[in-house]
């Protein structure tokens, strides 16, 4: 007889209550395709049905063991692995097991994804250009790059959104701010929280006119009202035309020759996420980390270990040499003198 109560239908369970919480506005819709991938893909093909009862930690070992057999990067054991930990404190908590058994796991080292810098992001910008113009044609499955993926990349480097969470914004969620005595123009995009976030994002001045030249061309093409999505509003099937974006992207990365950074690690669309933050980062006057982490829906904590990584201190020399006053520290031709208040 079939147990009643195996990992499957406890991950089936935790599918549902992620059904429920996408629907409530607490997570994005990315969420229930990417359970649904890790139970098809991952835990499936290794539990099957196997009871509840019967996984213990050394099955847990043997399971992870498996996932690195199959040549998966670190980064994807350990979202597998949280997938199998969530299922089965889920069934913990509904009285399916007594005990939950010890998750295997490896300490994860920061390992983000790489940034344009600001001559491979002119490029970038130069190419799409000249694609949109035929020159040369590049499409994925008959849906031809023109003016719209150009739109996307300059949008989510002067907005920080999440390539996830750029789909699922509509006209609705944003308002032009108007240029005042403080500053000039800019979006301020109320969008559905992401990652715990649910403050507005406040874009860069640049997103404004990207933001209206969009709009404008989906009216004319019977769109732009307030429920219809930013992008690709014709494509109602989310998923898909996040995906459409992402391969027709890489696409042009290798036309370009941009796919890979200086380390040899993959550019990718959240790559224009992390350009848009060390951007702010490299040039941005007295901008504190508080304030961009805020704008950004991520935390000061997460800035450090993943998107200022790849900063070094000689990049914000000139801050690092600066003085709050005059000093005779630098003096011509005579051997410095220490400033009063410093170390030396």
């Avoid at 406890?10 to 919480?21: F, S, V, W």
């Avoid at 949109?132 to 790059?145: H, L, Q, S, T, Y």
Wanted: hydrophobic letters at 40%; proline letters at 6%.
């Amino acid at each position: 007889m079939k147990p009643k109560h195996t990992f499957i239908t406890a991950a089936e369970t935790l599918i549902r209550d992620g059904e429920a919480r996408v629907r409530m506005g607490q997570n994005s819709a990315r969420l229930v395709p990417d359970y649904k991938d890790r139970l098809r893909c991952h835990c499936a093909p290794f539990f099957g049905d196997t009871p509840l009862a019967n996984i213990d930690s050394a099955m847990l070992r043997r399971f992870r063991d498996e996932l690195v057999a199959k040549g998966l990067k670190q980064a994807t054991v350990l979202v597998v692995m949280s997938f199998v930990s969530k299922t089965l404190r889920m069934a913990h908590d509904d009285g399916l097991i007594r005990q939950m058994p010890a998750i295997p796991r490896k300490g994860q080292k920061p390992s983000p994804r790489p940034a344009f810098t600001a001559a491979t992001y002119t490029k970038l910008l130069t190419t799409l250009k000249q694609v949109e113009k035929g020159k040369p044609v590049i499409a994925f499955k008959g849906n031809r790059v023109d003016w719209e993926l150009r739109a996307i990349v300059t949008f989510m480097v002067n907005t920080f959104t999440r390539p996830g969470d750029v789909f699922a914004l509509k006209n609705e969620h944003i308002i032009v701010v108007p240029e005042d005595a403080d500053g000039p123009a800019y979006l301020r995009i109320d969008a559905p929280s992401s990652k715990g976030h649910e403050a507005p994002i406040i874009s860069m001045p640049v997103a404004v006119p990207v933001y209206q030249r969009t709009i404008e061309r989906h009216r004319k093409a019977g769109f732009g009202k307030p429920d219809d999505y930013v992008f690709l509003p014709s494509k109602k099937k989310r998923a898909y035309a996040h995906e459409l974006v992402r391969r027709q992207f890489r696409l042009v990365l290798k036309h370009a020759g941009l796919l890979q950074s200086t380390k040899g690690v993959e550019h990718s669309l959240y790559s224009l996420r992390h350009t848009a933050i060390t951007l702010r980062l490299l040039h941005a006057k007295d901008l504190d980390l508080l304030t961009l982490a805020r704008t950004a829906r991520t935390s000061v904590e997460m800035i450090d270990r993943f998107y200022a990584s790849s900063l070094t201190a000689e990049l914000n020399r000139d801050k690092l040499h600066s003085f709050r006053r005059p000093t005779r520290f630098l003096t011509d031709g005579v051997s410095p003198v220490v400033a009063k208040g410093s170390c030396a």
